[in-house]
């Protein structure tokens, strides 16, 4: 259910409904788009900055999630999120470092307070620094969503499509305890199809409880198991493989080569990040899709690899690649050498709802992974407010802004837990890539 709205809020979004009629009922044949007309519109509101707050909520698994409200003199209220594995305070910290630029700010000079806070502090990029911008600017656009009284994606360009086709990673079918574990990851695609959707993703790499890394056996039972999930779901449904980048070159480039027979829909970070020449070779020696980019965190990267077409889908995430701001260049570099756009999107319900808005507008970001976030335990963390799916697709947020309201009062009652994390390890016990 919604919240109620304070006072001065409903006093100000009424006298905005008032201010903005002519010129959204001037173009109510057709999306608005954030034009010089719109953005003088959301000015005259006379919308300052007046506060941020951070909240870190234990998500119940090997996370916390980060969000961010953004406060302004008229009473809208912006809402970002800034989860990030392992660093959730950190993020936190450099979220609540901008405070101080914010203040007295317009939260409707979106891009000029991003190229503000990325390169006024000289030291740039990387992936605190990005979440903390990323959470920073969902919050404007929803800010400026909410004054204008429309949802993110009519900004960002109006609609691209008329919904979202997305994949989920887990089943609502009973799964027998009894099964042995390959059988269990069998029984979980198929159970996943027979829940309505149309493809699933996982590591398919064995990764031992202990963290041991044993490459020709992970890749061996890794393809036995792909080849059972394909004649268990059959030749149509989308299999999505995320390597993680933890295999090695030689390793890569087997895994990829008996994996062809079996068509995935792509093999997501068959490398690491670093040596595009390394991302180059396994292209030059496979015919499987590849994607990677969760890990990247500005658009400057992604240009040479959509130039060389080293992938077939780049993967921002939202979040650490710097907010709806940033993502909408990558995609639009992507779009110039014909390379669709595959967002990462693992993190909370807020960027569910960002990454939601992203896809309706962009025109080649044409499959969304969903996120932990979508679980009912969260629905009262945000007065009940979630996604939408029909027949495996999700349908656009159509409340002004993001679409959503973070229950301060729930937050609470999952409070921050330090958590525990593990390197994996080759079997002579040398670290290795996670």
Request: hydrophobic share 40%; net charge neutral; with cysteine.
């Amino acid at each position: 259910m919604d919240t109620p709205l304070s006072c001065s809020r409903r006093g100000f979004l009424t006298r905005a409904a008032t201010f903005a009629t002519a010129g959204l009922a001037a173009t109510a044949s057709a999306p608005p788009a954030l034009g010089a007309e719109n953005t003088d519109m959301a000015k005259a509101f006379g919308l300052k900055i007046t506060g941020l707050k951070t909240f870190l909520v234990d998500a119940h698994n090997d996370e916390n999630l980060v969000f961010v409200k953004i406060y302004t003199n008229k009473g809208i209220v912006g809402l970002g999120e800034g989860t990030m594995t392992g660093k959730c305070k950190t993020v936190a910290a450099a979220i609540e470092e901008h405070e101080r630029y914010l203040l007295g700010k317009d939260p409707t000079d979106i891009e000029y307070l991003w190229q503000a806070m990325f390169r006024g502090p000289r030291y740039r990029g990387g992936p605190i620094l990005m979440s903390a911008l990323g959470a920073i600017d969902v919050a404007l656009w929803d800010i400026l969503g909410q004054a204008l009284g429309v949802p993110i994606w009519k900004l960002l360009g109006g609609r691209a499509r008329d919904k979202v086709k997305v994949y989920v990673k887990h089943t609502l079918q009973p799964i027998d305890p009894k099964l042995s574990e390959e059988d269990k990851f069998v029984a979980r695609w198929v159970g996943i199809q027979k829940d309505g959707w149309s493809g699933s993703k996982s590591s398919f790499l064995d990764i031992p409880r202990d963290g041991t890394m044993d490459f020709p056996k992970a890749i061996r039972r890794g393809i036995d198991l792909l080849r059972r999930v394909r004649e268990a779901v059959g030749p149509d449904f989308d299999i999505h493989i995320d390597a993680h980048g933890q295999l090695t070159t030689p390793m890569a480039v087997e895994f990829c080569n008996r994996a062809e027979p079996y068509r995935p829909f792509v093999i997501e970070e068959p490398t690491q990040l670093e040596d595009l020449g390394e991302l180059a070779h396994v292209r030059a020696h496979t015919k499987v899709p590849l994607a990677t980019g969760e890990r990247i965190t500005t658009k400057y990267p992604f240009a040479e690899i959509c130039a060389r077409h080293l992938v077939d889908y780049v993967q921002p995430d939202l979040i650490h690649c710097g907010g709806l701001t940033e993502v909408k260049k990558v995609a639009a570099i992507a779009d110039a050498f014909r390379v669709e756009v595959l967002p990462h999107n693992p993190n909370g319900r807020v960027c569910m709802f960002a990454s939601l808005h992203l896809c309706m507008s962009t025109p080649n970001a044409t499959v969304l992974e969903t996120s932990g976030g979508e679980s009912s335990r969260w629905d009262d963390l945000f007065f009940g407010r979630r996604t939408i799916y029909q027949d495996g697709y999700a349908l656009p947020p159509e409340r002004p802004g993001l679409g959503l309201e973070l229950n301060e009062d729930e937050a609470k009652r999952h409070p921050y837990e330090p958590k525990h994390w593990s390197s994996l390890r080759f079997p002579d016990g040398a670290i290795h890539d996670r």
